[in-house]
T-cell receptor
């Protein structure tokens, strides 16, 4: 069975600095997708970035980028120029190509220090 | 375009009762998935519907059921509520252009917070 592990329950970063959140996963599938979702205090789950396993190039979305290491089964999220609005729970999620079931990590609480 | 909507937003029930939660997907989206979020178990997949058919189901007891209507709106029902069913229930929709999965992203609603007393 596929699993997703986020080993950092909480991270803090100074405003305007860079922070990296870690995620590892386990799967025997070759085709799958990886996601980072953000859940602010409002509890609304918001997509931050996605990565297709067949793409070697790391995904980027403005200040957010990933480091996807397929062989190591690692999928970290880098947030540059951290802003107060980035404070939230961040969840790493995996989905195999054949269904819509998302498998989630436990989440990392990101604190932004002004 | 309006996002995913869920009703009600908050609900308080007592043990043994049943509850029905509703989810309206983004216009044009045909797949709806449901997730349960609790502090202890985290986020867990309940089930996914496409074209009024359940395509995939998570590891939950039969007390948890769902359905999807022809307009893609979905409901989930929990019967004989237990204290452990207290959770945030999230609904997500996907475009699902074809019956296949492909490169689809799920967009989430604000959730329904259920408290069982």
């Amino acid at each position: 069975a596929q699993t997703v592990t986020q080993s950092q329950p909480e991270m803090s970063v100074q405003e305007a600095e860079t922070v990296t959140l870690s995620c590892t996963y386990d799967t025997s599938e070759s085709d799958y997708y990886l996601f980072w979702y953000k859940q602010p205090p409002s509890r609304q789950m918001i997509l931050v970035i996605r990565q297709e396993a067949y793409k070697q190039q790391n995904a980027t979305e403005n200040r957010f980028s990933v480091n996807f290491q397929k062989a190591a089964k690692s999928f970290s999220l880098k947030i540059s120029d951290s802003q107060l609005g980035d404070a939230a729970m961040y969840f790493c999620a995996y989905r195999q190509d054949s269904n819509y079931q998302l498998i989630w990590g436990a989440g990392t609480k990101l604190i932004i220090k002004p | 375009k309006a996002g995913v909507t869920q009703t009600p937003r908050y609900l308080i029930k007592t043990r043994g009762q049943q509850v029905t939660l509703s989810c309206s997907p983004i216009s044009g989206h045909r797949s709806v998935s449901w997730y349960q979020q609790t502090p202890g178990q985290g986020l867990q997949f309940l089930f996914e519907y496409f074209s009024e058919t359940q395509r995939n189901k998570g590891n939950f007891p039969g007390r948890f059921s769902g359905r999807q209507f022809s307009n893609s709106r979905s409901e989930m029902n929990v019967s004989t509520l237990e204290l452990g069913d207290s959770a945030l229930y999230l609904c997500a929709s996907s475009l699902a252009l074809t019956s296949g999965m492909g490169e689809e992203t799920q967009y989430f609603g604000p959730g329904t917070r259920l408290l069982v007393l």
